[in-house]
């Protein structure tokens, strides 16, 4: 039956509610793709695992919700891409984001563009985060994201400091 | 039964293994105390709840791990006080310690004494923590640890620099 074959090795169509794309409970798809996007929508990715997202054009913003092993790649987001309580994610940015957040999450890379080199990232309660800098002929330059941090009264005792701790897995 | 009544209200006896005292499985204890110490002792404290602990002379380290509600009150520690997995946690440093470490916590209050105000905090993955500075007559002045971070690229693109993220909870 080459017909019925065929149809089980497509990716599932992925969904549209209002400006909203949810991609939820998706495993072992290496090619989910979004390609009819523009910059109002949002995307919604929520407890996918060993799955590759491939979001084309120019989104408001991305959350992964939930997801292990999950590969996004994508051109263009106008404000934010969120990662919330995920395990071993990779991220590659194509064109430009300005923020990208993770929360609550355990392994988490992201690949910048040329043109996206000064996207600012806000962390919390997360560890094994890298940002990988693009030079030369499509190589990356690996930077760790601090995880441990070291803090400090100041005189007078009215203020902290905290810094990154050098010295981390102390 | 005067006498079974009283047995029933005192705290549990708690054990001594080689040098560490181990504080396992207590729940709604309020004074649970330890006085027979020295610098060499250790005290684990694992998986408690709604209790609270007193560490009466000068011991080597202590470590809650895995408790909820449990408050500890001390006197003075060597080496370092260690939070691990732990949930709405107080403590109270009565003379010194040089260093406490906060991993995985959520909810961890700690109140200074004047001689202790040096004290270094290692912190990771946690949140809603604040640092209980002493003035005047028995008050103290809370101080919020950061608990989310901003990261950019440095020019050059080869490192980062992470500060604490003022407009926490965006």
């Given at each position: 039956m080459p017909t019925l074959s065929t149809t089980a090795s497509q990716p599932p169509k992925l969904v549209l509610e209002g400006n909203k794309w949810v991609v939820e409970?998706?495993?072992?798809?290496?090619n989910l793709k979004i390609d009819?996007?523009?910059?109002?929508h949002t995307v919604y990715i929520y407890k996918c695992t060993n799955s590759t997202i491939r979001i084309v054009g120019k989104v408001n913003s991305i959350v992964l919700d939930s997801c292990t092993k999950v590969g996004l790649q994508f051109d263009s987001v106008v404000s934010l891409v969120e990662f919330i309580n995920c395990k071993s994610t990779k991220l590659q940015v194509i064109d430009f984001v300005p923020t990208i957040q993770i929360e609550k999450t355990d392994g988490c890379h992201i690949y910048l563009s040329k043109k996206s080199l000064q996207t600012e990232f806000i962390t919390s309660k997360s560890s094994e985060m890298t940002v990988n800098v693009p030079f030369g002929d499509g190589e990356y330059r690996e930077i760790p994201v601090p995880e441990q941090f070291k803090t400090k009264l100041n005189p007078g005792e009215k203020s902290l400091t905290t810094v990154p701790n050098e010295s981390a897995g102390v």
């Open positions: 409970y998706q495993h072992n798809q290496p009819e996007t523009n910059m109002k």
